[in-house]
């Protein structure tokens, strides 16, 4: 059961980073299980097949970032602060993974929304819950901001969506330049699209 | 004469529309021969490589989406009526695809930059070039803006980045939900992004 549950692990650990490196349409079964070490039939017996492993490895990610996002954005501080606090852990996530593989690699989700939304409708459903999801937790924020009169903004929905808009756009920049400091005005631009009063 | 330049345009045309509909890498040259209806000698007779076609596709595509963007953003409009154009005509653009082939194909560059920037140095240049040219034409216009009182924002540079940056987000959320109308908030939080003044 143990060596059962470890080559699970290590199917998904090897198909994560190899899709953060190339994407997911390059890759194939044969190749995962090389990196993983692992025999070629220890992935039928887990997945059905590349796009359920594809939704594994998008779960998994999500369960740990949700805990990560959770963690700062129900916390004690006041609500914008903590919506600055999501972005330094963001610039701080990225750019530990930079020192790991020595590239920014992106957010999991965006990536795989541009290479795959118009592929498989499971991983564009799934993709959209988390998005979805992400921003929920960001409007609660922007509401609680907006009550005590930090933030001006009159539609909290939108302009949830609007930040995380915005962090998937510097992320893509981020990547594009191989360089994290690229999301440092990630705040100041936050500010402005909640329409941010306190200095 | 004729016949070759027609196999090339061809070659590019179906290679982009590939692209679109799949990414790069899942993409082989054999594919694209068949797709564009050329033997696959051609191909190697226009292109050294499937990453000298990428630039190809990439450059072709540019120099039709810079004629688009100069002929807004250098129009007589009042500087943020012409950034609010050039959203409209995005979206226009996305919903004209759309009808094409079903789904938002999203924008090729941040397509590109997301799956290709940390694979290849070259796509990685170019794809820097065409961002920077994106957010220097978006910044003459916001120092237009400013300069008239309608926009409050002190770094142009950052603020032409941040509007470029969420128009990659929010496309993203276009072909994401396979649906342009996403792109309709893209006028308000810009203004916001710029501090605009006028109503």
Redesign the interface.
């Known amino acids: 059961m143990g060596r059962t549950s470890d080559a699970k692990e290590k199917i998904l650990a090897a198909a994560r980073s190899l899709i953060e490196?190339?994407?997911y349409?390059?890759l194939g079964v044969a190749e995962i299980c090389t990196a993983a070490g692992v025999p070629k039939g220890s992935f039928y017996h887990f997945f059905d097949s590349k796009e359920s492993l594809a939704l594994a490895v998008v779960d998994e990610h999500w369960a740990a970032q949700k805990r990560d996002w959770t963690r700062v954005l129900e916390g004690d501080a006041a609500p914008l602060d903590r919506l600055r606090q999501l972005f330094e852990q963001t610039e701080a996530a990225q750019h530990t993974a930079q020192q790991g593989c020595g590239?920014?690699?992106?957010c999991l989700f965006?990536?795989l929304?541009?290479?795959l939304?118009?592929?498989t409708e499971a991983v564009?459903a799934r993709?959209?819950e988390i998005?979805e999801a992400q921003i929920d937790m960001v409007e609660s924020v922007v509401a609680e901001a907006r009550e005590r009169g930090d933030a001006t903004?009159t539609d909290t929905r939108?302009a949830a969506?609007?930040v995380?808009?915005?962090?998937?756009?510097?992320v893509?920049?981020a990547?594009?330049?191989?360089n994290t400091g690229r999301l440092s005005?990630l705040w100041?631009?936050c500010r402005?699209?909640l329409?941010a009063t306190a200095a």
Do not use: D, H
């Open positions: 490196a190339r994407g349409s390059a590239t920014v690699s992106g965006g990536n929304t541009l290479e939304s118009n592929q564009r993709l959209q998005f903004v939108e969506r609007a995380v808009a915005q962090l998937e756009g510097q893509l920049f990547k594009l330049y191989n005005p100041q631009n402005a699209l329409g």
